[in-house]
């Protein structure tokens, strides 16, 4: 049972576009929302995590949009740049980040072109 | 050194086989966790050690799979007996405390089984 469903699997967008990549959850014990971006070759990098007191929250240009009743966030990344372009993982966990174990969704393949 | 240190950066071994992937945590870091990453698939949890605490195994996909750490550091994953389902990069992790607040990634073991 995949407890962590990410969509879609890739995104190709222009420079200054906005991709938004969409993650539903299936626990309603999680309370932990990050995501990670992954260059090739590299290990994921923390790239911001919300927790469901909060709808929204924003790191430069990168947001998490947060849907408690639906089980649902996003990652929306503003005007995009072609150094955007990695693999972004959302996951989520327990104990309001404090549970060491996260569940991660599959994965979104973004490419940004020039 | 400045983040998670992981060797080998990539494996090729025979079906049949035993291999050892090591971890060296960044320093001062009492929690070290491996996760698995297949091809097109998220990144799945196998196993987390937090100072001198049992090991949480409750990952690892079966008795092929162990792990130790020795002295609070350094890290092995020891997988016997390969098999072609094992191919995967299998990524260590280490954070200051235990949760997954601030989870630091290595670059991974790429593993290889033919």
């Known amino acids: 049972q995949q407890q962590v469903k990410q969509s879609p699997q890739s995104l190709i967008v222009q420079k200054g576009g906005i991709p938004i990549i969409n993650c539903a959850y299936e626990n309603t014990a999680f309370d932990y929302f990050p995501w990670y971006q992954q260059f090739p070759g590299k290990g994921p990098a923390l790239l911001i995590a919300?927790?469901?007191?909060?709808s929204e929250k924003k790191e430069g240009r990168f947001t998490i949009s947060f849907n408690k009743s639906a089980k649902q966030f996003s990652l929306h990344i503003m005007d995009s740049q072609p150094g955007d372009s990695a693999t972004y993982f959302c996951a989520a966990s327990t104990g309001g980040g404090s549970n060491y174990k996260l569940t991660f969704g599959k994965g979104t393949l973004l490419t940004v072109n020039p | 050194g400045a983040g998670v240190s992981q060797s080998p950066s990539n494996k090729v071994t025979e079906k049949g086989k035993d291999v050892e992937l090591r971890c060296d945590p960044i320093?001062?870091?009492?929690?070290l966790y491996w996760y698995r990453q297949s091809l097109g698939q998220g990144l799945e949890f196998l196993i987390y050690f937090q100072g001198n605490s049992a090991p949480d195994k409750s990952g690892l996909p079966s008795d092929r799979f162990s792990a130790e750490r020795t002295g609070g550091s350094v890290s092995t994953l020891t997988i016997q007996r390969t098999q072609q389902e094992d191919s995967a990069v299998y990524l260590c992790?280490?954070?200051?405390?235990?949760?997954?607040?601030?989870?630091?990634f290595g670059e991974g073991s790429w593993l290889t089984v033919v």
């Open positions: 320093s001062g870091h009492t929690a």
């Open positions: 992790a280490s954070s200051p405390t235990g949760g997954g607040n601030t989870i630091y």
């Open positions: 919300i927790r469901p007191d909060v």
